[in-house]
C-alpha cells in the first residue's frame, strides 16, 4: 500500500513556474515508477511524465516536454514536478500516481493522491 498527497499548487501568470510535490507514505516506495497526470474541467485526464523506480528514466507527453520537469528523492519518498513557462492551456488539478511499470498509460497507475490545482492566468 502507498498513500499519495500531493502539494505545491496555486495561481500563477503565464510564463511563471511552480513546483509540484508528492509525498508517499507505505512501504517499497523506491520499488514503484511513478507518475504526474493530470485533468483540466471539462477534459479527461492525461499523462503528464513518468519516472523510473531509481530516476534513471524519464518520459513526458509533448505538451510539456522541454518545459517540465519531473524529478524523485527516495531517501524523503518524494517525487516532484518542475513546472516552467507556464501557460494557460495548463491550468488542471494535477494527480500523482504509484505503479510496477515504466508507463504512461493511466490504466498500468494502481495507487492515485488527491491532487493540488494548478491555476494559471493569462
Known amino acids: 500500500q502507498v498513500q499519495l498527497v500531493e502539494s505545491g499548487g496555486g495561481l500563477v501568470q503565464a510564463g511563471g513556474s511552480l513546483r509540484l510535490s508528492c509525498a508517499a507514505s507505505?512501504?517499497?516506495?523506491?520499488?514503484?515508477?511513478m507518475g504526474w497526470f493530470r485533468q483540466a474541467p471539462g477534459r479527461v485526464r492525461e499523462s503528464v511524465a513518468a519516472?523510473?523506480?531509481?530516476?534513471?528514466?524519464?518520459m513526458y507527453s509533448d505538451s510539456v516536454k522541454g518545459r517540465f520537469i519531473i524529478s524523485r528523492d527516495n531517501g524523503k519518498k518524494t517525487i516532484y514536478l518542475q513546472m516552467n513557462s507556464l501557460k494557460p492551456e495548463d491550468t488542471a488539478v494535477y494527480y500523482c500516481?504509484?505503479?510496477?511499470?515504466?508507463?504512461?498509460?493511466?490504466?498500468?497507475?494502481?495507487?492515485w493522491g488527491q491532487g493540488t490545482q494548478v491555476t494559471v492566468s493569462s
Open positions: 500516481a504509484a505503479g510496477p511499470r515504466m508507463t504512461m498509460a493511466e490504466y498500468s497507475y494502481g495507487y
Open positions: 519516472i523510473s523506480w531509481n530516476g534513471g528514466s524519464t
Open positions: 507505505g512501504r517499497a516506495f523506491s520499488s514503484y515508477v
